[in-house]
T-cell receptor, first 114, second 113 residues
Framework: KAGVTQTPRYLIKTRGQQVTLSCSPISGHRSVSWYQQTPGQGLQFLFEYFSETQRNKGNFPGRFSGRQFSNSRSEMNVSTLELGDSALYLC?????????????FGEGSWLTVV | AQTVTQSQPEMSVQEAETVTLSCTYDTSENNYYLFWYKQPPSRQMILVIRQEAYKQQNATENRFSVNFQKAAKSFSLKISDSQLGDTAMYFCAFEVNTGKLIFGQGTTLQVKP
């Protein structure tokens, strides 16, 4: 069974640009969540989608958005990039029909903003 | 607000010895789930162990076990017979809502030969 797949793995963007990251969950998983990891702030929850609906949202500005498709694949978008958006972005998936399901993570997408 | 605190930024242990990583959390919920994740240098988060708050019995997975003290809101991870492959950053996490994890700041563990 394939794990959580994130693309691209590495990318470099310029301030002011926008970026789209993609995540394919484990087959059968309907929940996809996104996290930002930085040395200063640690791991922070961005948002979570379940069956194409955003079910939970973290405390990030509106420049960060996401969506989930009918096949459970998810994308997150960051517009008007800032230097502080440089981070490892982790996607995770789970069955999440109730709390306590194991949440599996992808290898992450490294974003560098210059 | 629900928070998770790991008070040990770095720890080291000799190979084959036992080490305990600390974690405390704060919540007003009665039923919830706690996790320990491992993040090796590859940066992929790997689930180590999971604990359901309504279960009194401490979870165990091979060399990994937890000491769950619900009243004290403490959730420590014990690694027995430490191996070089255990070198990683370890995160304690709390499931706030379904699919949403709150993480501690992490503990970097180095296993020395």
């Amino acid at each position: 069974k394939a794990g959580v797949t994130q693309t691209p793995r590495y990318l470099i963007k310029t301030r002011g640009q926008q970026v789209t990251l993609s995540c394919s969950p484990i087959s059968g998983h309907r929940s996809v969540s996104w996290y930002q990891q930085t040395p200063g702030q640690g791991l922070q929850f961005l948002f979570e989608y379940f069956s194409e609906t955003q079910r939970n949202k973290g405390n990030f500005p509106g420049r960060f958005s996401g969506r989930q498709f009918s096949n459970s694949r998810s994308e997150m978008n960051v517009s008007t990039l800032e230097l502080g958006d440089s981070a490892l972005y982790l996607c995770a998936s789970s069955l999440a029909d109730f709390s306590g399901n194991t949440i599996y993570f992808g290898e992450g997408s490294w974003l560098t903003v210059v | 607000a629900q928070t998770v605190t790991q008070s040990q930024p770095e720890m080291s242990v000799q190979e084959a010895e036992t080490v305990t990583l600390s974690c405390t959390y704060d919540t007003s919920e009665n039923n919830y789930y706690l996790f320990w994740y491992k993040q090796p240098p590859s940066r992929q988060m790997i689930l180590v162990i999971r604990q359901e708050a309504y279960k009194q019995q401490n979870a165990t997975e091979n060399r990994f076990s937890v000491n769950f003290q619900k009243a004290a809101k403490s959730f420590s991870l014990k690694i027995s017979d430490s191996q070089l492959g255990d070198t990683a950053m370890y995160f304690c996490a709390f499931e706030v809502n379904t699919g949403k994890l709150i993480f501690g700041q992490g503990t970097t563990l180095q296993v020395k030969p």
